[in-house]
């Protein structure tokens, strides 16, 4: 089976997938602008859905010492491990914004919240906090590029690490037939949706589920064809 990885892979996946027989070719269609950061006013409590808001936020030293302390709340296990590296205290990890969102609701409706995130994201938190007329300040640390690139195949599959990448992927690029789409979490399946019906979802959103569910899909499905 030959892959495409829209972003390249850890050397641990890369081995376990490569075992089985797979080839894979690493072209990440997404990359990362930093923004300045115009809004300095920030809320008793944190939220990052992304690692790259951590990775920012502790790059610029003035907001780090206006930040480092306060509570919490992240959409991902790699998040959360990143932050706490950087010193956070994480009160809660959920696999998925709009989950995370429901929980603040719920849990802590009458504080106010700073959220770190890209210029490019999904609505869930922001939509529902107005709607239950909670504070959230945003504070854009970086912009999602897409790398405009037309794929030479043929891929028995593609793999997709985010709604950006899909959309980066059909920019310039029709589903190739017989080929299977892998995503690692439910916004980038329901992006990917959009364009075809042949894909599979990790059951949980990492890396470790990802590879599973590629190794039971060649297990399956495709040494059977």
């Known amino acids: 089976m030959r892959l495409l ?11 376990h997938l490569t075992k089985i027989g797979t080839s894979i070719v690493e072209y990440p269609l997404i990359k990362i602008k930093p923004l300045h950061l115009t809004n300095q006013k920030i809320q008793s409590m944190l939220i990052f859905t992304s690692q790259n808001a951590v990775i ?11 930040i480092i302390g306060k509570k919490s709340f992240c959409v991902g296990e790699k998040t959360r491990k990143l932050l706490e590296k950087f010193g956070f205290k994480v009160i809660e990890m959920r696999e998925n914004a709009n989950d995370l969102a429901h929980f603040l609701v719920e849990k802590y409706n009458k504080n106010s919240f700073s959220f770190f995130c890209g210029k490019k994201r999904r609505s869930e938190i922001e939509s529902l906090f107005k709607i ?13 590029l897409f790398v405009n690139k037309k794929i030479k195949g043929p891929f028995d599959g593609i793999i997709f690490f ?11 690029n029709k589903w190739p037939k017989d080929c299977h789409g892998f995503c690692i979490g439910k916004s980038t399946a329901e992006t990917l949706k959009k364009f075809t019906t042949k894909y599979s979802e990790a059951k949980h959103p990492n890396e470790d589920q990802l590879s599973l569910t590629i190794i039971n899909y060649f297990s399956n499905y495709y040494v059977k064809k």
């Open 5 to 15: 990885s829209t972003k390249t892979l850890s050397p641990r996946i890369k081995d």
């Open 162 to 172: 985010s709604p950006s990448a899909v959309l980066s992927f059909f920019e310039n």
């Open 132 to 144: 239950k007329n909670m504070n959230v300040e945003i504070h854009e640390l970086y912009d999602t």
């Open 56 to 66: 920012l936020a502790n790059k610029n030293n003035a907001l780090k010492n206006k």
